[in-house]
């Protein structure tokens, strides 16, 4: 499977973005989904995953109630949706898949799209 993330872009503290992460060469079925966000300098850390069903989410402290992950295997995507962002969540943005995990480790994550930056400043 390939992943294609886009959404990102240049936004004011306090608004929101949703990204996308595009699958082609095989659908999102059976693959649980990863957002991950890597800073300069910093290690590549996951913000949101979901499990393959849709059934169950996990998020990083820093961004619960503000971050929102979904899917839609229908269209092949899956979303995150961000809001009040913060300077602090200014970093490239990765989509990633698993066909058997859906936790912190970006190693155990088989498959990654190209990131999308997100500079969050006023």
């Known amino acids: 499977v390939q992943l294609q993330a886009s959404g990102g872009g240049l936004v004011q503290p306090g608004g929101s973005l949703r990204l996308s992460c595009v699958a082609s060469g095989s659908g999102l079925d059976y693959y649980a989904i990863g957002w991950f966000r890597q800073a300069p300098g910093e290690e590549r850390e996951l913000m949101a995953g979901v499990n393959w069903s849709g059934g169950t989410t996990n998020y990083a402290d820093s961004v619960k109630g503000r971050f929102h992950i979904s899917r839609d295997d229908a269209k092949n995507t899956a979303y995150l949706q961000m809001n009040s962002l913060k300077p602090d969540d200014t970093a490239v943005y990765y989509c990633?898949?698993?066909?058997?995990?859906?936790?912190?480790?970006?190693?155990?994550?088989?498959?990654w799209g190209q990131g999308t930056q997100v500079t969050v400043s006023s």
């Open positions: 990633a898949a698993s066909t058997y995990y859906s936790g912190s480790d970006p190693t155990k994550y088989e498959y």
